[in-house]
């Protein structure tokens, strides 16, 4: 089984900061994971992209984080993260960790996605 888990949401303040983390782990060895993502989906609106990171640390982020979130992997341990600070309310939302493939000694799996963590900002 090849799964990612998001960690580190929670109730965060106004101006503040949380990091985010996302683990991925299988059965089998893993050799490698593609792009990694974080969406976010909030109540009653689509899922967006929030920030990428390829696997040699190439970054891009949404214009409406782009200098408050850092996106960041460790590709020993099958993690990518996310530093969030300067938090809005508009933040809110539920986050998730995606890639385009993941590659084990017995097979890849493609379009994973984690569980979602909550995180919610408000004072």
């Known amino acids: 089984q090849v799964q990612l888990v998001e960690s580190g949401g929670g109730l965060g303040q106004p101006g503040g900061s949380l990091r985010l983390s996302c683990a991925a782990s299988a059965s089998a060895k893993i050799l490698s994971i593609n792009d990694m993502r974080w969406y976010r989906q909030a109540t009653g609106k689509q899922r967006e992209l929030v920030a990428a990171?390829?696997?040699?640390?190439?970054?891009n982020y949404a214009d409406s984080v782009n200098g408050r979130f850092t996106i960041s992997r460790d590709n020993a341990k099958n993690t990518v993260y996310l530093q969030m600070n300067s938090l809005k309310s508009e933040d809110t939302a539920v986050y998730y960790c995606?890639?385009?493939?993941?590659?084990?000694?017995?097979?890849?799996?493609?379009?994973?996605w984690g569980q979602g963590t909550q995180v919610t900002v408000s004072s």
């Open positions: 995606n890639t385009d493939r993941i590659s084990t000694t017995l097979r890849s799996v493609f379009n994973v």
């Open positions: 990171i390829t696997r040699s640390g190439s970054t």
